[in-house]
């Protein structure tokens, strides 16, 4: 053990605070050095001596695998790392209320060298990607000058900031003709227990691609952690618990279609309007309402308003912006079918030059009209993200709050902005009028800000 393993902080009262950090303690040392003081009350140090000499294997093959201690499992983590996957395979890994991680992003990267997911593997289906793609790569192309047009540089703007704010505008335009099949990268970070819990859902997932990823990570994990119980027969998370292990790998199984895409958002919204459904207690709204009057922008209300009730939202929105929704993952946030059926967001078609316009309603229409394979969840991959889907959320009062306040800003994409201050608009009317709400209401959605959040090598 390293003198730079822990760093100790004592106060005068004789507490102390103790960081332990060393790249060569894995998770399940770490967790194992957690659980020890559940058994002991002796200093971390001392722990973290026994860790070393006896090592964390046994430790967790008789108390989180053999007793189902999950608590132990919570407090080791990882990080698994997902290449060339699907934009559906993506959302699948990210449905998951304590996801965390990175994934690539379409207002940066230019997308038309990426790898395509083709699961028909016919000549059909490669030249319906590949027309989605030519046509993303034209788009790319002329793109920009129609944004210079549209939004002439002021004299106030430095040029470098500007032609930013014009590639991010150009890259949120054209990534609506990009298929769901198109490839992402994104990270997942985890602790051991929700590893366990997810991919027991997504090994069961209706889409072949998210499967075999399951299987995969379950495979790098048990040969990682092999003292952790992560193999592909154990659908319930921890292997060989408890005599009713196979019983609940039966439920997954029964269950599993439900999980993974909601049957009912489908049925049509009238006149293509946005619902908000409040369900609140109003004393307990009341005994907030210090909080909920005085609160400043850019502050978080604390998670006990929760109690107050909830917020279900409905609303039709393009599949590349409730990519952006589906971020926020404190509250419900069923994952859709992209079927085809609500319709393609005009807007992105709207913002393209007049040359490109009618090529593109084309392509829409055929995509709708010649549908590659009746299997409906076969048939996402071909689908633009243009495509409109229900959205169906639930939020508590402080997640619906901080959700609306962030995502009305003038930097957030066009199209879920929208839809945003419309909701918020209906949320102010059915709650109290001393819950306040900090939107950007601004009409003007051109915002230098757009090109300001990459990330940039340093040195």
């Known amino acids: 053990m390293s003198d730079e393993t822990v760093t100790v902080k004592r106060l005068s009262s004789g507490a102390s605070v103790r960081l332990v950090d060393d790249e060569d303690l894995g998770p399940e040392a770490i967790a194992m050095l957690q659980a020890l003081y559940s058994r002991s009350d002796a200093s971390v140090e001392q722990h973290l001596s026994e860790v070393l000499a006896n090592?964390?294997?046994k430790f967790m093959q008789s108390f989180y695998v053999g007793y189902n201690h999950k608590s132990?499992?919570?407090?080791g983590s990882t990080?698994?790392?997902?290449?060339?996957?699907?934009?559906?395979?993506?959302?699948a890994i990210q449905d998951w209320p304590l996801y965390s991680g990175q994934e690539t992003s379409t207002r940066f990267l230019?997308?038309?060298?990426?790898?395509?997911?083709?699961?028909?593997?016919?000549?059909?289906?490669?030249?319906?990607?590949?027309?989605?793609?030519?046509?993303?790569?034209?788009?790319?192309?002329?793109?920009p000058d129609e944004v210079r047009r549209k939004y002439p540089r002021r004299e106030n703007e430095p040029e470098s900031k500007y032609e930013a704010a014009v590639k991010a505008r150009t890259f949120d335009i054209c990534r609506g003709f990009l298929p769901a099949g198109i490839t992402t990268q994104l990270s997942w970070h985890s602790n051991l227990h929700q590893l366990h819990d997810h991919l027991a859902w997504l090994r069961r997932h209706p889409l072949y691609e998210v499967r075999d990823l399951a299987e995969a990570a379950l495979s790098v994990l048990a040969e990682r952690y092999p003292s952790s119980g992560f193999n592909s027969?154990?659908?319930?998370?921890?292997?060989?618990?408890?005599?009713?292990?196979?019983?609940?790998?039966?439920?997954?199984?029964?269950v599993a279609d439900l999980y993974a895409y909601d049957p009912d958002l489908h049925e049509p919204i009238m006149n293509d309007r946005?619902?908000?459904?409040?369900?609140?207690?109003?004393?307990?709204?009341?005994?907030?309402?210090?909080?909920?009057?005085?609160?400043?922008?850019?502050?978080?209300?604390?998670?006990?308003?929760?109690?107050?009730?909830?917020?279900?939202l409905q609303f039709d929105l393009d599949f590349g912006s409730f990519r952006d929704i589906q971020r926020h993952r404190n509250g419900v946030c069923r994952m859709p079918l992209i079927e085809g059926r609500l319709g393609f967001e005009s807007w992105y078609i709207d913002e393209l030059p007049e040359s490109l316009r009618e090529k593109a309603r084309a392509l829409v229409r055929t995509s709708r009209d010649q549908p590659l394979t009746r299997n409906l969840i076969e048939a996402q991959y071909y689908r633009p993200l243009g495509e409109r889907v229900r959205c169906d959320l639930t939020y508590s009062l402080p997640a619906l709050l901080y959700v609306l306040e962030i995502r009305s800003q003038k930097h957030v994409?066009?199209?879920?902005?929208?839809?945003?201050?419309?909701?918020?608009?209906?949320?102010?009317?059915?709650?109290?009028?001393?819950?306040?709400?900090?939107?950007?209401?601004?009409?003007?959605?051109?915002d230098l800000r757009r090109g300001q959040q990459d990330i940039h090598r340093v040195g």
């Open 413 to 446: 994409h066009p199209t879920l902005r929208r839809r945003v201050l419309e909701v918020a608009s209906q949320v102010r009317d059915l709650l109290p009028q001393y819950v306040r709400m900090h939107l950007d209401l601004d009409p003007n959605d051109w």
């Open 110 to 143: 230019n997308m038309s060298e990426r790898p395509l997911v083709d699961p028909i593997g016919s000549a059909a289906s490669a030249e319906r990607m590949a027309s989605w793609m030519s046509f993303y790569e034209k788009a790319v192309a002329a793109v």
């Open 274 to 312: 946005s619902i908000a459904i409040a369900n609140y207690s109003v004393p307990r709204l009341d005994k907030y309402k210090i909080l909920l009057e005085s609160r400043p922008r850019g502050a978080v209300l604390p998670h006990f308003v929760s109690d107050a009730g909830q917020v279900r």
């Open 55 to 57: 090592g964390s294997a």
């Open 233 to 254: 027969t154990a659908g319930a998370g921890v292997s060989g618990v408890t005599e009713g292990q196979s019983d609940r790998d039966r439920w997954l199984d029964d």
């Open 72 to 75: 132990i499992a919570d407090c």
């Open 79 to 91: 990080t698994l790392f997902f290449e060339n996957v699907s934009l559906l395979a993506a959302k």
